[in-house]
T-cell receptor
């Protein structure tokens, strides 16, 4: 069965510094997608970055980059130049393809990030 | 361009009651998925609707049911509420077959007392 593991329940980072949030995954499918979402206290899941299993380059979106190590089955999120507004829960997720052209996501348990002034 | 809209935002129900949650997908999207997020956990997949049919279902009992309307909006119904059903219920919309691009709503926070 597919599984996402986030081993850091909470992290602290100083404003303007970089931080890495860990994510490992397990799947037997050769084709999969990995996502990171940010969830502020309002509850909405905000898409940050996507990495496809066949993508040759690590994904980047502004201050977010994904350190994709396929052999190790890890997909760590790197946030550069942290801002106070980055304080939130962060979820790693994997796309599962049950068939019929549909997809569902498997989520990890999340990491709560606190940015310190 | 409106995103995913969920209603109500908060709800308090008594054990044993029934509840209906509503979701309007992002403009242009045709698929709606529902997730349950218990406190301190990641979201868990409940089911997904496309063309007014349930296409996929997660490991949830039959007390959880849904519907999709011709305008792509969707409802989640939960019967015989249990205390353990207290959670944030998230709706996500997408285009069928799209490998990325889930758009989530802000959720409905359900409290069962």
């Amino acid at each position: 069965a597919q599984k996402i593991t986030q081993t850091q329940p909470g992290m602290f980072v100083q404003e303007k510094e970089a931080v890495t949030l860990d994510c490992t995954y397990d799947t037997s499918d050769p084709s999969y997608g990995l996502f990171w979402y940010k969830q502020p206290s309002s509850g909405e899941m905000i898409f940050l970055i996507y990495q496809g299993s066949y993508d040759q380059q690590n994904a980047t979106e502004g201050r977010y980059s994904l350190n994709f190590q396929k052999a190790r089955k890890s997909a760590n999120l790197v946030i550069s130049a942290s801002q106070l507004g980055d304080s939130a829960m962060y979820f790693c997720a994997m796309r599962e393809s049950p068939g019929r052209g549909t997809y569902k996501y498997i989520f990890g348990t999340g990491t709560r990030l606190k940015v310190l002034a | 361009d409106a995103g995913v809209t969920q209603s109500p935002t908060h709800l308090i129900k008594t054990r044993g009651q029934q509840v209906t949650l509503r979701c309007s997908p992002k403009s242009g999207h045709d698929t709606v998925s529902w997730y349950q997020q218990a406190l301190g956990q990641g979201p868990q997949f409940i089911f997904q609707y496309y063309e007014e049919e349930e296409r996929q279902r997660g490991n949830f009992p039959d007390r959880f049911s849904g519907h999709q309307f011709p305008n792509y909006s969707s409802e989640l119904n939960v019967n015989a509420l249990l205390l353990g059903d207290s959670a944030l219920y998230l709706c996500a919309s997408s285009l069928i077959g799209a490998q990325k691009g889930y758009t989530f709503g802000s959720g409905t926070r359900l409290t069962v007392v």
